[in-house]
């Protein structure tokens, strides 16, 4: 690597952190320039603040490479129409929301959980158990709206309420005409949301009997880490709780 200045090194490791699917055990440049950025100090700076001009967060580096996430501005973060890029209503990116929510606290149950080691592997989960989290979310959340004015403004910006109620009123709409076919479509949205993550190199899948197991990657228990600071996951923290409305 001799060959290169260190600004065109800190644009190659950036754009390997990019590319979820690569480990520096797998590929000798990434080892190399992660080895650089964990050994030389002006290395690591020049990495972060090139990252910060992109847009980007650097949440952890080390061997399992850069994990980067990207700030709401900058031009790499996700927005909701690319999750579902086909035949997306605004309905259907509610509720995606909604399972990724459900699928953090499936991996992450409880508050003491987000404080353990990141290299500790999480157990692996299913869509079935997926499916229950989220109508468990959903029922707490229809227990909190029973009797209680119409959420504030703050809620609303979080969503929870507004995701809630179109997933009721979809499941609702499928359980008059066919319960089983109400089952699937939920199992659906499931299935689609953790295969996504899969392909953000978030989970990893295998088949176990007639049903697949997903397990949680080193970059997904840290990213839900970051994700735990924001106002969605704590709302939903507090509701699952049963504590009411701050």
């Not at 055990?25 to 290395?43: H, M, N, S, T, V």
């Not at 959340?141 to 029973?146: C, G, N, P, T, V």
């Not at 997903?214 to 049963?242: E, S």
Request: glycine residues 6%; contains cysteine; aromatic residues 8%.
């Amino acid at each position: 690597m001799a060959e290169h200045n260190e600004a065109f090194l800190a644009g190659r490791l950036i754009q390997w952190g990019l590319d979820p699917r690569s480990r520096p055990a797998q590929e000798k440049e990434y080892q190399g320039l992660i080895e650089r950025y964990l050994d030389r100090e002006p290395f690591r700076s020049l990495v972060q603040e090139v990252s910060r001009g992109m847009g980007l967060l650097i949440l952890d580096g080390g061997e399992h490479g850069l994990i980067l996430a990207p700030t709401e501005e900058s031009l790499f973060a996700l927005r909701p129409a690319q999750f579902r890029p086909t035949s997306a209503s605004t309905d259907d990116r509610l509720v995606d929301g909604l399972v990724q929510l459900a699928v953090a606290s499936t991996i992450f149950p409880r508050d003491r959980d987000l404080d353990d080691d990141s290299s500790i592997a999480r157990p692996a989960t299913t869509v079935e158990e997926v499916e229950e989290t989220l109508r468990t979310i959903c029922e707490r959340l229809e227990e909190e709206s029973r009797g209680r004015p119409d959420p504030s403004a703050a809620e609303e910006d979080v969503g929870l309420y507004e995701a809630w109620r179109v997933f009721k009123r979809r499941i609702r709409a499928m359980e008059t005409r066919d319960d089983r076919k109400a089952q699937r479509t939920t199992r659906r949205a499931v299935e689609y949301g953790l295969d996504r993550l899969r392909e953000f190199g978030c989970f990893t899948k295998a088949p176990q009997g007639d049903e697949a197991i997903y397990q949680p990657t080193y970059r997904y228990q840290v990213l839900v880490k970051q994700l735990a600071a924001t106002a969605a996951f704590q709302a939903l923290q507090r509701i699952m709780k049963g504590e009411g409305h701050a």
